[in-house]
């Protein structure tokens, strides 16, 4: 039997995988959206439409009465069910899939050929900010100092690790638009409601059923206004680099990922669900770093430190928020 300490372990690491996935997105997304074949608003629908057949076919096999339930509680008696899912929950969950994954992921398709990935990972790394006042709010989490200052040392330290890797391009100019950053913001607020707000019906289901539904409502908002493009695209067409990109970003950054944010949501605060998307940037760093791109300096060694002090003392104010 796995312990609690165990479980959390897996947790931390479903978040770090989810968010470093993330982190190659934003750079596959920059080359995919900027080659103009389909439209952001198709490939979202693209991905929804995988997922959504994947995460159906995983919850048909082995079905157990004891994963009816995320939290392991039993079913409640005269609530009526469909598809592993309390039928009173599915406006709920309808509310989720769109906040969690259609505004989300729709901004940032729309948003990343806008902006440059150094300015989509600034915007990002406010999520936690958000998520955190969000979840004092919402599922009354307790807003420690101790939590408050762990998430400015960490903005503290991703902030010094972007300005301490800036390289002005040779033009001077910087290739962002204030639509693509005022998308990247709605991108973040709209995440963070999600982590903070739903915490409750993401812990009550188990992931495989949860997710279904919420690609499923995804098409559903999604198909009417992107089908008559998907019908008349010229798929054969497309480049080998377009389906590899497009590959990664349905099997890794949409149905992998996805899982394990929500596993991740079932056992720890959403908080620190969100201070995980200092990893992004982190992952793009070593990215250029191992390409010949960039060089490990004291710096990015020392902004490291800083982000993942910040984690660390987020994680460590549970025992105080319990006391208080």
Not at 65 to 74: A, N, Q
Request: charged share 10%; proline share 5%; hydrophobic share 50%.
């Amino acid at each position: 039997m796995k312990t609690q300490r165990s479980i959390q372990f897996q947790a931390h690491c479903a978040c770090f995988a989810a968010y470093a996935i993330f982190g190659f997105n934003i750079v596959i997304c920059k080359d995919l959206t900027s080659g103009r074949y389909i439209s952001p608003l198709a490939i979202f629908t693209v991905r929804a439409l995988c997922a959504a057949a994947v995460f159906w076919l995983l919850s048909i096999p082995g079905r157990r009465k004891d994963s009816d339930s995320g939290s392991g509680r039993p079913e409640t008696p005269g609530v009526r069910r469909f598809a592993g899912i309390e039928l009173r929950d599915l406006p709920k969950i309808l509310c989720a899939s769109f906040l969690g994954f259609f505004v989300t992921q729709l901004t940032f398709l729309m948003a990343i050929p806008q902006v440059t990935p150094m300015t989509c990972s600034i915007i990002s790394s406010l999520s936690p900010v958000y998520t955190m006042f969000i979840a004092a709010v919402a599922i009354k989490e307790p807003l420690t100092w101790k939590k408050a200052i762990g998430v400015a040392v960490s903005f503290a330290g991703i902030l010094f690790l972007i300005v301490s890797s800036a390289h002005p391009s040779a033009s001077g100019t910087v290739a962002n638009s204030v639509q693509g950053i005022m998308l990247m913001l709605a991108n973040g607020i709209a995440f963070s409601l999600y982590l903070g707000v739903f915490k409750p019906l993401i812990s009550k289901y188990p992931v495989v059923d949860f997710m279904k539904w919420i690609f499923t409502f995804s098409i559903l908002m999604s198909l009417p206004f992107s089908a008559r493009e998907l019908l008349s695209a010229g798929w054969g067409s497309f480049p080998s680099s377009f389906w590899l990109e497009l590959s990664f970003l349905v099997v890794f950054a949409t149905v992998l990922s996805y899982y394990l944010i929500p596993y991740g949501q079932k056992h720890l605060r959403p908080t620190l669900v969100s201070m995980y998307s200092y990893v992004q940037p982190i992952v793009a760093t070593l990215i250029s770093i191992v390409i010949g791109m960039d060089m490990l300096d004291w710096q990015k060694v020392l902004s490291a430190v800083m982000v993942f002090g910040g984690v660390v003392m987020v994680n460590r104010s549970k025992g105080a928020a319990v006391r208080n």
